[in-house]
């Protein structure tokens, strides 16, 4: 089967700071695919490649068979990646209802016009945005919720608004930055079960940065491990972490 | 779920337009009591104004988030295209409705395409260097209206920036822009009735737009720029449609302005940046992002200075503190606290307990 996302020879530097170096990774369509590595690895600056907020100075990105390398933003998410951040961002002023109905604005037109003077594609496209909103909502157990505002919310249901916005824009690839950073072992549990669910029904397919080794060791299949910007080794999930070069450079023995 | 969330916005919009109605019958009344004196009568239009300029204004610092100090600028812009407009047909269409709601459509386009050229290439910048930028621009216009000659004559029209007799009109040319001395015998169109009708209207556009599709994106943008980018949101269409629409209805508030007027001219205090931060003050005070707040900041603030007249040495002292009270009403957190707990819907609750 091919690669939904193939990346090839990536590279950027900063000033003389060599970030990231010849990365390279494949990963299929529906993969839970794991990015590891010790603190200024460069993995989050890996996800700032893929979705466009650097500039690749070398490398290949193609998603599902197209190029995006060198894209902007809005293009890469309209191409089809989404993502969420370590430190979360939220429209936080917004109510968690209208956060996951911006996320799918980009699949629910009406002009300005109509929506100013109110006219019935106003009313329909509103009516189908609340439904699809509220069924994504719902995924993740935040129907409840959907009046508050969004800086209101507990921290694990952040998290997860972050990612039912990310969902809503209709990706075919979802990129996790550490989505357990500040999880109790409850939470991080409840999100595993999240992750899985979102792969098996939404035929997701998921990048995610992780540190907390139960969660990787539990959901991803496949690894690739970052340190100094490079790779240091990549496969299935079980050998990786048995590699001796991981376990110095990252686990410790 | 679904449904309450809709219709909590339609009754706080009902609300907001409620208040102004009301607003206009009782001063109707007043008027025809003859318990309202002539200078308040004077007020009335430009209380109107500045209550659109405060709403629209509330759409760039509030609804869009970015600190626009410009905002005179494209009320100069409207008042003047406006008025000029009115003056040359003046003689061609007679109905002054039409002229009217013709000047009113021409003043908001131009200022809306004046916010726009001007917001490519200023809303790249944020925060405190956008509001400078925006400071200069309002003060730029100004100072180009302040040397504009237009004059017209049997020949067409006939344009300088020297003086106006390097118009070189004919006998009976008539000078409409007249530089410094502005624009002269704008026909009054504007009354009341007129300015609250497009208040109505200029809510009517806001609401509507905070609550659809593009007025959600323009909030993404202000609460998360790159959270807005990564799902998909156009942050430039989206800044420079909130802050065109923002001007566009400034330009209204000018059009109403220049026709309430005999003579138009733009001086530093009614276009200046006294007055954008005038209508700045306007916006903070009644909060930022609350277009109702906006609404009875500006009413508040404009006509206390008038009707503390009688306290003649006193009234700017008063003026300054009611200023303090207001902000500290509005954005202490004790006092936001205090306010919840004895707020109408808190006390009714209360009642129902105890019964």
Known sequence: MAALLEVKNLGISFGGLRAVDDFEISIKKGQLYGLIGPNGAGKTTVFNLLTGVYKPDEGIITLDGENITGLKTIEINKAGIARTFQNIRLFKDLSVLDNVKVGLHNHYHYSTFEGILRLPKYYKMEKAMNEKAMELLKVFELDGEADFLAANLPYGKQRKL???????????????????????????????????????????????????????????????????????????????????????????? | MKKRNISKNVKDNIITYGIVIVAYIVIQILISAGSLSSLMQGLLVPLCVYVILAVSLNLTVGILGELSLGHAGFMCVGAFTGAFFSRCMENVITIDLIRFILALIIGAVCAGVIGFLIGMPVLRLRGDYLAIVTLAFGEIIKNIVNVLYIGKDSRGFHFSMKDSISLGLETDGDVIINGAQGITGTPKDSNFTIGVILILITLFIVLNLIHSRDGRAIMSIRDNLIAAESIGINITKYKLMAFSISAALAGVAGVLYSHNLNSLMATPKNFGYNMSIMILVFVVLGGIGNIRGSIIAAVVLTLLPELLRGLSNYRMLIYAIVLIVMMLFNWSPKLIELRKRFSVKCLIGRSKEVQ
């Open chain 1, 162 to 253: 972050e990612i039912a916005r990310a969902l809503a824009t209709e990706p075919k690839l979802l990129l996790l930055d550490e989505p357990a950073a500040g999880m109790n072992p409850n939470e991080t549990m409840e999100l595993m079960d999240t992750i899985r669910f979102v792969r098996d029904n939404f035929d997701m397919t998921i990048l995610l940065i992780e540190h907390d080794m139960k969660l990787v060791s539990g959901i991803c299949e496949e690894l690739t491990v970052l340190n100094f910007g490079r790779i240091l080794a990549q496969g299935q999930t079980s050998k990786v972490l048995n590699d001796p070069q991981v376990i110095t450079a990252y686990l410790g023995e």
